[in-house]
């Protein structure tokens, strides 16, 4: 069970989310509306993660957005699941930059109809892992110059990658792709060695999404 | 102001003819003009005018000087408000009273009123350029005009007591009249030499009124009409630019509605589907109405994102929080075509981001639809204080901007942001598109 703080503007998404937690076994400390009292309760209450829509009172722009990343750099290992109406990678680059211990989340809120896979998800936020949505990583993966590394990878290892930047483990894309986890772990270190990642580093499924986010950062 | 002077009815006493003649043309046949209505219609002009002209001196001279006294006191303002304002009701008497001298009227240079209410009034009079060539009209009214006018009415006087001297000795003899001081006149005969004197003061009174009445129409002309040119194109461009920002600011509106209203209640809908689906599924006999049910969602869904897409094409929310390149992007990442994106711009004025936006995504929908380009490149800069942006594919070319409403309407865009649209696109290709536009929007 983990003690959550859920912030969103619209009453009918904030029952609504409330009672899906609370189903799913969570405990919702507190609901709110507006980034400001999302602040005060995070710092007031101290759970164990944070659910938060981008679009948000006063001025209806990225105030969720920008109240995550300020709860972030007080406590980098806040856990911490934004919800967005919008695929724009930006919001989700501007997210992940400075990426620290913290899971970290960025969902499209449509997700949300999929109770299982949004509650997994959070979950995996909660443990410190980064989930992208998938409609995201697919609109990142689509396009891409043949200068950018991520042009070199095979269509079946940006499959692996897109599902890795969705927070699945390995068993689990396994079982999704009808693959072996021997073969998962091939296409794993295949794709770490593509983008020039350092195969010791910690959370690198995090690291190849960041890689990529980050070359679309330049590019923008 | 006083309106007893007599006024001739303009439209009975204008001389029959096809095109109406001003008093200026009129003189030039002076044989012909003497003969017509025109010296009476100057005379009751100019006699009017100076009837209404010193009163307005006196009260204007008292209202500035009063008001530059009493200034400090605050209510010394309101009186050189008062003297600035009264121009506008003194200006509407002038275009009216000008009818007697003139036959094209001369029209109302005010705008609409953005409101109701005297406050309403008073702010867009004050704003006005009108209002204050009224106040300068008010001005010239009593010192030029007024002391003009009453300098040929004293002549036509006197020249009119000259040509009635035969009259005026007849009936006061056997009293001496006196023509020049000194020199008694014994009988009405002799009076005539005096008759004469008049009747050729009558006639250059005649000639002086139609000039200062010409010139006055000239500087009324000037000073109480519009300024036709200037003015018009000004009010033009400023009802195009609130008509821009009305339908930005509309089209703001929708988004927001669809956001809080639709977007939300879809989301909301396939959370409760989801639930349902989860229920069913631990229920053994209702898989079939699982299954419906997560249909259902998966409809939803459907509906969730063509909305999504509908929204973002009625206003890009990632451009208000991320600026032009980010938008770009955005949109870059979402075409049919490869689409290279270089843009080294800052954030910028609202209107000019849009603008570009907008640009941009026409250009690179237009190379969608009809180039049949492989490659689409965008490119864009700040330099100094100008945004340069342009749009290249490799495709077949021949797009008429007049052809299409789409690039039509950007021209109208940039035009308005004193910017400028450049389009190239030779048969055969490649297509370019140029936007040029001042950063401060």
């Known amino acids: ?220 | 102001m006083s309106r007893s002077a007599p006024l001739p009815e303009p439209a009975d006493s204008e001389p029959a003819g096809p095109a109406p003649v001003t008093v200026l043309a009129a003189i030039r046949r002076p044989l012909r003009f003497l003969g017509s209505w025109w010296p009476w219609r100057c005379w009751a002009y100019l006699g009017s005018g100076f009837l209404i002209g010193y009163p307005v001196l006196v009260v204007l001279a008292l209202l500035v000087g009063l008001g530059v006294v009493l200034a400090l006191v605050g209510i010394g303002l309101l009186l050189l408000l008062g003297a600035v304002v009264a121009g506008v009701p003194l200006g509407a008497l002038e275009r009216w009273r000008l009818r007697c001298v003139e036959p094209e009227p001369v029209p109302d240079p005010h705008t609409s009123l953005a409101g109701a209410g005297p406050a309403a009034w008073l702010r867009t009079r004050l704003r006005e350029r009108a209002t204050w060539r009224e106040f300068a009209y008010a001005a010239l009214l009593g010192p030029a005009f007024g002391a003009a006018g009453f300098a040929v009415m004293t002549l036509l006087a006197f020249s009119l007591i000259l040509v009635a001297t035969p009259g005026i000795v007849w009936a006061i003899a056997p009293d001496h009249v006196m023509l020049i001081p000194g020199r008694p006149v014994s009988g009405p005969l002799e009076a005539l030499g005096g008759t004469a004197v008049g009747l050729a003061g009558t006639v250059l009174a005649a000639y002086a009124g139609a000039l200062l009445a010409g010139a006055q129409v000239k500087t009324a002309r000037l000073l109480l009409g519009p300024r036709t040119e200037t003015d018009r194109i000004l009010e033009l461009t400023r009802s195009r630019v609130r008509l821009v920002d009305a339908f930005e600011a509309e089209r703001r509106r929708i988004e927001r509605d669809l956001h809080d209203g639709a977007q939300q209640q879809l989301v909301a809908l396939s959370m409760t589907l989801g639930l349902a689906e989860l229920e069913l599924r631990g229920i053994p006999q209702a898989t079939g109405a699982a299954d419906l049910v997560a249909r259902g969602r998966g409809e939803a869904r459907v509906a969730l994102e063509q909305l999504r897409d509908l929204v973002r094409g009625i206003h890009p929310q990632v451009l208000t929080d991320h600026g032009l390149a980010a938008a770009v992007a955005e949109v870059a990442l979402r075409h049919p075509v490869p689409v290279t994106v270089d843009l080294d711009v800052p954030r910028l004025a609202e209107p000019v981001e849009v603008t570009a936006y907008f640009t941009v995504t026409e250009a690179l929908a237009n190379a969608a639809k009809h180039s049949g380009a492989s490659r689409v490149a965008v490119v864009g800069k700040v330099e100094g204080d100008r945004l340069t942006l342009t749009v290249t594919d490799d495709g077949r070319g021949g797009a008429d901007p007049g052809a299409g409403a789409g690039l039509a309407g950007l021209a109208d865009r940039v035009a308005m942001l004193k910017g400028r649209l450049v389009v190239s696109s030779p048969v055969g290709g490649p297509t370019r598109l140029r936007v040029e536009v001042p950063c401060s929007g």
């Open chain 1, 1 to 220: 069970m983990l003690r959550l703080i859920l912030a969103e503007d619209s009453v009918l998404l904030r029952a609504g989310l409330t009672e899906l937690l609370t189903r799913g076994g969570h405990q919702v400390l507190a609901a709110v509306g507006s980034a400001e009292e999302l602040v005060r309760a995070v710092e007031a209450q101290r759970p164990d993660a944070v659910v938060t829509d981008v679009r948000m009172p006063p001025g209806f722009r990225d105030e969720g957005l920008r109240a995550a990343l300020e709860l972030r750099a007080q406590d980098p290992s806040l856990p911490v699941l934004v919800l967005s109406q919008y695929v724009a990678t930006a919001y989700a680059t501007q997210l992940l930059t400075g990426a620290s211990a913290g899971g970290l989340g960025y969902l499209l809120k449509d997700r949300v109809g999929e109770v299982a896979e949004f509650l997994d998800a959070l979950r995996q936020v909660a443990e410190g892992r980064t989930v992208i949505d998938p409609e995201v990583v697919r609109v990142l993966l689509s396009r891409q110059s043949e200068d950018r590394p991520l042009a070199r990878l095979t269509p079946r290892e940006r499959e692996v990658l897109t599902l890795m930047a969705s927070g699945l483990n390995n068993q689990a894309l396994a079982a999704r792709l009808f693959i072996t986890e021997a073969a998962v772990v091939k296409h794993a270190s295949s794709i770490f060695m593509k983008l020039d990642l350092d195969a010791t580093e910690g959370n690198r499924r995090v690291l190849a999404v960041l890689a990529h986010l980050s070359g679309q950062e330049a590019e923008a």
